[in-house]
T-cell receptor
Framework: LAKTTQPISMDSYEGQEVNITCSHN???????ITWYQQFPSQGPRFIIQ???TKVTNEVASLFIPADRKSSTLSLPRVSLSDTAVYYC?????????????FGQGTTLQVKP | ETGVTQSPTHLIKTRGQQVTLRCSSQ?????VSWYQQALGQGPQFIFQ???????GRGNFPPRFSGLQFPNYSSELNVNALELDDSALYLC????????????FGPGTRLLVL
């Protein structure tokens, strides 16, 4: 099972780019990497998912090196509303029986 | 608006009791996953149901059981409640198994006294 490790917390200021790295040394060949955002008293919300190299959508980018033992979520120009807990999730894609494991999460505090 | 609903929103039980939590999946989704989230911790995977069959289970004892119905809604049952079962229980639905993008409901907050 791929266990993930993330920084417990990060601080940033409005308008800055934030990069959160997740380590997953035991990632399996059929595992994908998914990031979620969670606000207090709400369920997590999907941000981005990838398998290798770089993935970009309207809210974030995900960088995955060739060995796939880590990944970095990049949030461009954060705002106060990006203050939340960010989780890295590693697990097999459809068709497989897998245990989905969340990391401990990174609490991002964006300051004005 | 994710379309995933959970009931009840809050629940208080005492040790030894049994509880049933319910989840309605998003339209078109056939997979439901359940998670337990203790205060200050990340969600812990309990199990996943795909087309009414269990498709993967986390490290939870057998007193945690589940069910998925033909309409793909789901129930989480916990027997012999313990104090440590106090947590936010999250349901997530997805269009397929595994790590397919999951859409989470608001959760059920369970307090065991």
């Amino acid at each position: 099972l791929a266990k993930t490790t993330q920084p417990i917390s990060m601080d940033s200021y409005e308008g800055q780019e934030v990069n959160i790295t997740c380590s997953h040394n035991n990632i399996a060949t059929n595992d994908y990497i998914t990031w979620y955002q969670q606000f207090p008293s709400q369920g997590p919300r999907f941000i981005i998912q990838g398998y290798k190299t770089k993935v970009t959508n309207e809210v974030a980018s995900l960088f995955i090196p060739a060995d796939r033992k880590s990944s970095t979520l990049s949030l461009p120009r954060v705002s106060l509303s990006d203050t939340a807990v960010y989780y890295c999730l590693v697990g097999p894609f459809s068709g497989n029986t897998g245990k989905l494991i969340f990391g401990q999460g990174t609490t991002l505090q964006v300051k004005p | 608006e994710t379309g995933v609903t959970q009931s009840p929103t809050h629940l208080i039980k005492t040790r030894g009791q049994q509880v049933t939590l319910r989840c309605s999946s998003q339209s078109g989704h056939n997979t439901v996953s359940w998670y337990q989230q203790a205060l200050g911790q990340g969600p812990q995977f309990i199990f996943q149901y795909y087309r009414e069959e269990e498709n993967g289970r986390g490290n939870f004892p057998p007193r945690f059981s589940g069910l998925q119905f033909p309409n793909y809604s789901s129930e989480l049952n916990v027997n012999a409640l313990e104090l440590d079962d106090s947590a936010l229980y999250l349901c997530a639905s997805s269009a397929d198994r595994g790590a397919e993008t999951q859409y989470f409901g608001p959760g059920t907050r369970l307090l065991v006294l």
